[in-house]
Each structure stands twice: as C-alpha cells, then as structure tokens.
C-alpha cells in the first residue's frame, strides 16, 4: 500500500510504505534530458524501466550484490528499502561515449583496454561535475572505504550485466549507479537500473537501444526499450 509521496524527480517517485524502513518506488513515464531542458511523456516506458530494472535486481541478486529492491509491485511499482542516499554517482564505462568523448577528446566508440570506473558529485545546479575519491572524503559524501566499496560493486554488476546482456547481442557500454545507507549503515545499491541510465547499443548494427535515442532524436523510445525487454525475454502486461 503506498503512503504520502516523500520524494519526486524526474523518472521517478518514492511513496511511504506502511512498513518502516521501506519504501515504494514508482516509475514516470516521463523522459528527460539536458538537466530537464527536453522534457516528453511516453506511455508505457514506466512500466518498461520498472520490469527491466526488476529483471537486473533479481539477478544481481543471484549474482550476491545487495540492492535495495525488495520486490515488483505493480506494472511501474516496486518496493525498496529506504535508504539514505550518498550524493555520488558511480559511472562504469567499457566503450567511450558521451561526456568522456567530450572531456577527453574521444571517439564515440572507442573500446577502453578494461572497465573504467568515474565518480560524479549529485547535484543539477552544478550539472554533475566530475569528482575523485579525496573531494567524496573530504567534502563528507562518503568514506574511502565506502567509495573503495562503491567501486568494487559497480565493476561487479558491470560484469554481470555484460554476461546478461552480450548473448543477447547487446554490447554494455557505460551506465551510472547511486548508492545509498539502509538504516543499518549497509551500503545497498539503490536507483534504478534501465535504458534510461545505461548505453545500450545493438552488437550487429551499433543501433541505439538507451536513452540517447531521445536525447539525439533517433526514432522511437518505446521500440528501443522494448527491443531490450524482449531480448532478455522479460515478459510485459
Ligand atoms: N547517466 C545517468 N544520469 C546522469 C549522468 C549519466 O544516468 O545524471 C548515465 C548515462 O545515461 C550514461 C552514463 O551514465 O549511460 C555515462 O554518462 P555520461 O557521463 O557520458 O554523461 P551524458 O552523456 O549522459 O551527459
């Protein structure tokens, strides 16, 4: 049962419970880019992240990465363990594209020689800026050993995702996590995981199946998440 709204941004919801400690987390089937800037309403793409985001929980599950998911409760519903997010984001790349190529000159496409793993501080005045462990540590974000663990579980979920997704003919070529403190100071994996915060593109053509679709104006979202639910054999109402 969900209780009063706690917290709203922009791909999602977070509802009271009328258990403590957990929380409901719904998915909007809005689609927003640019920090807000492109804004669009797609019907049905809550009900896609949430499916797709309850399939990747389940096996990190499997795989002994602790999250926060509990369990899928509706078509874009799912119960979570409230936790107190660490305003850091984790971003796993194996290919360059996006910011990187900007930052650093790249190519879109370039294949990285292993996993590269960057920090980024939470904030949309300041646009995300890029962070090193020493500024999470001394600015209070997280401990060094938190960030050190942060680390370690993302290059570990990139490597399960990969394995989920490459004999599906997708290649995993970047994607961000947040992670957050449950009430017993266990750091869990939070968020979502979905097209909306992954590069996904089709091994074959090199199509995109992730959000850059509509950040670039490529064709239909609805159809890319929905290529990817189908290849992973995730079954939608
Ligand atoms: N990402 C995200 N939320 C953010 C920033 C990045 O979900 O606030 C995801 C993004 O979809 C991509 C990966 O993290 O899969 C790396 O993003 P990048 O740093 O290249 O930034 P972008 O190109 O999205 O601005």
């Not at 900007?102 to 370039?110: A, F, V």
């Not at 209070?140 to 960030?147: F, H, K, P, T, V």
Request: with cysteine; proline share 3%; net charge negative.
């Amino acid at each position: 049962m969900k209780g009063a709204l706690l917290y709203e941004g922009k791909g999602k919801q977070l509802f009271a419970s009328e258990t403590e400690g957990e929380l409901i987390q719904v998915f909007k089937d809005d689609a927003t880019a640019f920090d807000g800037e492109k804004h669009d309403v797609i019907a049905g793409k809550g009900e896609l992240n949430c499916a797709i985001s309850t399939y990747f929980f389940e096996r990190l599950h499997e795989a002994g990465v602790a999250t926060h998911f509990v369990r899928r409760e509706g078509p874009r519903e799912m119960r979570v363990r409230r936790l107190d997010m660490i305003p850091v984001e984790v971003v796993v790349r194996n290919v360059a594209a996006g910011s990187i190529c900007k930052r650093l000159g790249l190519e879109e496409g370039l294949e990285l020689p292993r996993p590269l793993t960057e920090l980024f501080y939470k904030s949309d005045e300041l646009h995300d800026p890029m962070i090193n462990a020493e500024h999470a540590e001394i600015f209070g974000w997280a401990r060094a050993g938190e960030i050190a663990f942060m680390r370690e579980t993302a290059r570990k979920v990139n490597a399960v995702l990969r394995e989920l997704l490459e004999p599906r003919g997708i290649r995993l070529i970047d994607f961000k996590l947040e992670f957050g403190r449950s009430a017993g100071g266990e750091i869990l994996l939070g968020d979502e995981i979905t097209p909306d915060g992954c590069r996904l593109w089709d091994a074959g053509s090199g199509r995109k199946l992730d959000k850059d679709v509509f950040r670039r104006d490529l064709g239909g979202l609805s159809e890319a998440y929905h290529e990817v639910a189908h290849r992973l054999g995730i079954a939608l109402s």
